[in-house]
């Protein structure tokens, strides 16, 4: 059973950056595809970044250009490199194991607990 554990959420101001860091066990394959979901309140929630184990990246069009996602296959570490953050990408953000990549809820197998980001004006 794959296990997630999310930290790096923190209060920042806009324009700052912050990097999210999420430790994954549990993984028998291979072959694998994890990503970054985030949940405003009152929202629902939506992907923001996803990976497999090839490297191929997929950005929500809002992150495009500002996050990056990465991974370390060695520490089996997942990140979320998040730079020139704004008041509305302030949400949980959450790990995610998926089946495929693509940043869709349906696709996930496993979620983290979350870690709160929370981007002041």
């Known amino acids: 059973q794959v296990q997630l554990v999310e930290s790096g959420g923190d209060s920042v101001q806009a324009g700052g950056s912050l990097r999210l860091s999420c430790a994954a066990s549990?993984?028998?394959?291979?072959?694998?595809?994890m990503g970054w979901f985030r949940q405003a309140p009152g929202k629902e929630r939506e992907g923001v970044a996803a990976?497999?184990?090839?490297?191929?990246?997929r950005y929500a069009d809002s992150v495009k250009g500002r996050f990056t996602i990465a991974q370390d296959n060695v520490k089996k570490t997942l990140y979320l490199q998040m730079n020139s953050l704004k008041p509305e990408d302030t949400a949980m953000y959450y790990c995610?194991?998926?089946?495929?990549?693509?940043?869709?809820?349906?696709?996930?197998?496993?979620w983290g607990q979350g870690t709160l980001v929370t981007v002041s004006s």
């Open positions: 549990g993984y028998t394959s291979s072959n694998y595809c």
């Open positions: 990976i497999d184990s090839y490297g191929t990246t």
């Open positions: 995610a194991a998926l089946s495929k990549i693509e940043l869709a809820r349906s696709l996930v197998d496993a």
